[in-house]
């Protein structure tokens, strides 16, 4: 990956397995995980429990560790719904004997959830029919790996990465094209325009969870139920408070990037003394 470029080759292992702890505590955190960001690094290292935790937790931190090696192996291809599929494999913890809950298949059942408006008052979310899915998500495959092969070619600088990581997310989320588990394959998906660009991946800290959220919200209210008829976006200049979040968010993986590259030149200083 092009933002390990120059790296020796340790600080080039130690930067990876970061990245996929950070990744993986972050955003599993954001949907309920309990393990902390050591907990998370020892499970995924040592391959052991942590007592006290559940099963699901533990189980969620070592398929989202699986899925970001996947994500790696698309970067120079196009994805395909099959690829989709089998992250979402990966990262279901819970597989449900349910025919209107497919694992590793698009949802066969109306889905929806509750937030709270401006107002304050509860008011009801309702992701995409099922009937729509299949086709709204062809139209985010397509676009999603046009953004992909231009990210390869051209490459993004910082704002071109943030935009286009939320425009993928926000349609990916606002479709839920999946019983469960989508806002960890947003967040896996979403980088890959980014890391084919030669990017570090965002990663989104628990504790904006509530801000978050609340933009996601506020964003698919507005919009109203996608189908086929409205598109992906039908609220395109919508979600500027969602890209001034990921500005922000951004700033954590570039940290530790620019801390490897000050250790390396630290230790060329050291050489020449």
């Known amino acids: 990956m092009k933002f390990l470029d120059g790296l020796d080759q340790d600080l080039k ?11 993986t505590y972050t955003s599993t955190g954001l949907e309920g995980n309990s393990l902390s960001l050591g907990d998370t690094h020892f499970v995924i290292e040592e391959g052991l429990t942590v007592s006290g935790k559940s099963i699901k937790d533990h189980q969620e931190v070592l398929g989202h560790a699986k899925a970001i090696e996947i994500i790696y192996s698309m970067l120079d291809r196009l994805i395909t719904t099959d690829d989709i599929f089998g992250l979402h494999k990966a990262i279901q913890s819970e597989v449900v004997s349910d025919i209107n809950k497919p694992y590793g298949a698009w949802t066969l059942e109306p889905n929806g959830t509750y937030a709270v408006n401006d107002a304050g008052k509860h008011v009801f979310i309702e992701y995409a029919a099922p009937v729509d899915v ?35 997310h926000v349609a990916f989320v606002h479709v839920h094209p999946f019983w469960d588990g989508n806002g960890r ?10 890391l084919a660009a ?9 504790e904006s969870r509530q801000v978050y959220l609340r933009n996601l ?20 200049d919508g979600f500027s408070s969602f890209i001034e979040l990921i ?27």
């Open 198 to 206: 030669g990017l570090p991946p965002i990663v989104i800290a628990r």
């Open 247 to 273: 500005k922000d968010e951004y700033q954590t993986t570039q940290t530790i990037i620019d801390d490897a590259f000050g250790l390396q030149r630290k230790r060329r200083d050291s050489a020449r003394t």
């Open 185 to 194: 394959l947003a967040r896996l998906l979403a980088n890959l325009p980014v």
């Open 134 to 168: 299949p086709d709204l998500m062809q139209q985010w495959l397509k676009w999603f790996n046009a953004c992909c092969e231009c990210a390869r070619v051209k490459g993004l600088d910082l704002n071109a990465a943030v935009d286009v990581y939320t425009k993928a």
């Open 217 to 236: 919200a506020k964003y698919q209210l507005e919009a109203g139920q996608l189908s086929k008829a409205t598109g992906l976006w039908p609220l395109p």
């Open 13 to 23: 292992s130690v930067v990876l397995r970061q990245l996929r702890d950070l990744w």
